[in-house]
C-alpha cells in the first residue's frame, strides 16, 4: 500500500507538471498582462487565482468520478475541455477587433479593455479546462481514503500554480523584452493573433 501511494503522488505531480507548461498555462496570462498594461504583480496574482480554480475545477471532477465511476471521463473531455481553446480564441479576436477599430490616432492612451472582463475571461478559460490525466489518479484512490483524494488535490494545486506562475515570469519578461513601441498601431493585433494560435493548438492537442 506504501508503494501505490507513493505512485499515485508520483502521478500527481509529473502529470500536473506536464499539465502546467502547456502554453494556454502561462503564455495567456504574459500576453494578456502586456496588453492591459499590468505589471508583473498583478500578472501573477492572477495566473495564481486562475491556477487555483483551475485545481478546484479539476479536483471537483475527480472527487465526482471517484463516486460515480471512470465513465464520466470521456464526457468530460468530450464537451468541457473544448471550452477553453474556445474561450482562448474568443479573447483573441476580441483583441484584434479592438485593435482595428480604435481610433487612428498617435497617442500612449490606448483603450484597453476592462480588467474585470479580461481576468474573468481568463478564469473562465481555465476553469473549462480540467486536467484530465489526473482524473483517473482520483479514480485509484478513491479505494484508498478521502484523505488520500485530498492529499493529492493539494498536490495538484501546488504543482500546477507554482508551474504556471514560474513560467509566467519567464513568459512576461520575455514579451517585456518585445519593443512593440515600433508597432504599437499593431499590438493588440499581433497579442491577439498569438492568443488565438494557442486556442488552436489547445484543440490540436487533444487529438
Known amino acids: 500500500m506504501h508503494d501505490t501511494t507513493i505512485g499515485l503522488i508520483g502521478a500527481t505531480f509529473f502529470i500536473a507538471l506536464t499539465h ?17 498594461k499590468w505589471g508583473l ?5 492572477v495566473t495564481a487565482i486562475a491556477g487555483l480554480g483551475h485545481s478546484i475545477t479539476t479536483s471537483i471532477i475527480g472527487f465526482i468520478i471517484a463516486l460515480l465511476g471512470y465513465q464520466i471521463t470521456a464526457h468530460a ?11 482562448l480564441i474568443i479573447i483573441g479576436i476580441a483583441f484584434i477587433v479592438v485593435g482595428r477599430f480604435r481610433q487612428c490616432s498617435h497617442s ?28 483517473p489518479i ?12 485530498f492529499s493529492l488535490f493539494a498536490i495538484l494545486t501546488v504543482t ?3 508551474g504556471m506562475v514560474a513560467l ?4 512576461y519578461f520575455g ?33
Open 20 to 36: 502546467a507548461v502547456m502554453p494556454n498555462h502561462w503564455m495567456p496570462f504574459a500576453l494578456v498582462g502586456k496588453g492591459q
Open 160 to 162: 500546477t500554480v507554482s
Open 77 to 87: 473531455e468530450a464537451i468541457v475541455e473544448p471550452l477553453a481553446g474556445i474561450v
Open 175 to 207: 514579451v517585456m523584452k518585445i519593443n512593440l513601441c515600433k508597432v504599437e498601431h499593431y499590438e493588440k493585433e499581433i497579442i491577439g493573433g498569438i492568443l488565438i494560435l494557442v486556442g488552436i493548438a489547445v484543440f490540436l492537442m487533444r487529438h
Open 41 to 45: 504583480t498583478k500578472t501573477l496574482l
Open 108 to 135: 500612449h492612451n490606448h483603450a484597453i479593455f476592462s480588467d474585470k472582463l479580461v481576468v474573468v475571461s481568463l478564469l473562465m478559460m481555465l476553469s473549462c479546462s480540467p486536467c484530465i490525466a489526473v482524473l
Open 168 to 171: 509566467t515570469v519567464l513568459a
Open 138 to 149: 482520483f479514480l485509484a484512490a478513491s479505494a484508498y481514503n478521502w484523505g488520500m483524494i
